[in-house]
């Protein structure tokens, strides 16, 4: 599932991920439900959801360290095009 809504997710309008959202909170596919929450840039949400589901918890320093990266890639993507 995950895989599938990571090959999707540009083509997704904002809402129909909101609308996702509201369902994944009532199923235990729990990095899911994160990942659609990072979609639409909720990491405080993301955040507390490793600290409240203990079978995710150990999962928070990996994914801290890639949204760190996707958020580098992002303002390195932004200079280039500010400098052309």
């Known amino acids: 599932m995950l895989t599938m809504i990571k090959q999707i997710e540009d083509n997704i309008d904002e809402d129909i991920i909101k609308e996702f959202c509201k369902e994944a909170d009532h199923c235990p596919m729990y990095m899911v439900r994160v990942y659609l929450h990072q979609i ?20 928070v320093f990996g994914w801290l360290e890639d949204i760190q990266a996707n958020i580098l890639m992002h303002n390195d993507d932004e200079n280039i095009f500010n400098q052309m």
């Open 40 to 59: 639409l840039h909720n990491y405080q949400k993301c955040l507390s959801m490793f600290f409240k589901i203990k079978v995710i918890k150990t999962n």
